[in-house]
């Protein structure tokens, strides 16, 4: 069964591998190796996003936010429970006994570990009645619902990193109509999808609009077409 934990933050450039000054464990917005992670993973690739968070943590092996951004991403991308466990375990042993998800974590902690047990055992997990499911489901989609928000504020902190300002996201109910943007220096399609939907994953519809390839295929200059 697999888990979405709260994902990891959106692509920054990334500069060196040194901690920046001022940078705390609690803060891995700052740091550019946890930031590249979070562009590698937004863009498919996860196994060099897993090379940059084990870096991350080498530096600011206290984080929180680090190891549960590794833990999600050996649980859901890679199929490495137990990487995953471990990781889930250091986050609960740094965040308070009354962190807002810290059930949530513990939760996705007993399923990776049930999945782990499995492994080792050979044996079938036990059946589950249907309305312990239907429960779980409903308290899923409710966590669900919070991460979403935690997403949207996440999305706007590393839009005002980018631009140095705080970021105007479009509302995803009203139709803006057809929009257009011209490329600048440093742009990827990562960072115009951030700029106008406020995500970075929305990036292959901007992709698609305009032929794209990859994004070695942008000039400076370019006119781009913003689907809505």
Do not use: W
């Amino acid at each position: 069964m697999k888990t979405t934990v709260l994902p990891l933050l959106l692509p920054l450039l990334i500069f060196t591998g040194l901690f920046p000054a001022g940078c705390s464990p609690s803060e891995p917005e700052k740091h550019p190796l946890y930031l590249k992670a979070a562009q590698l993973r937004s863009e498919g690739n996860p196994v060099e996003a897993e090379g940059y968070l084990r870096r991350y943590l080498e530096r600011v092996p206290d984080s929180a936010p680090g190891h549960l951004a590794l833990a999600s991403l050996y649980d859901e991308t890679l199929g490495n429970p137990t990487s995953a466990l471990y990781h889930y375990e250091e986050y609960l042993r740094l965040v308070p006994e009354d962190a807002a998800d810290r059930a949530t974590v513990e939760h996705y902690r007993q399923l990776v570990r049930a999945k782990l047990l499995k492994e080792l055992s050979g044996e079938p997990l036990p059946v589950v009645p249907a309305a312990v499911l239907a429960a779980e489901n409903r308290q899923l989609r409710r966590t669900n619902d919070q991460l979403k928000r935690y997403i949207q504020n996440q999305n706007r902190k590393i839009a005002e990193l980018l631009n140095g300002a705080p970021a105007s996201v479009p509302s995803p109910s009203v139709s803006s109509g057809p929009r257009t943007y011209t490329v600048r220096q440093g742009d990827t399609p990562g960072k115009i999808a951030q700029r106008f939907y406020g995500t970075a994953s929305k990036y292959p519809k901007i992709m698609e609009a305009n032929h794209l390839t990859g994004s070695g295929n942008l000039r400076v200059g370019q006119q781009l077409i913003i689907p809505e």
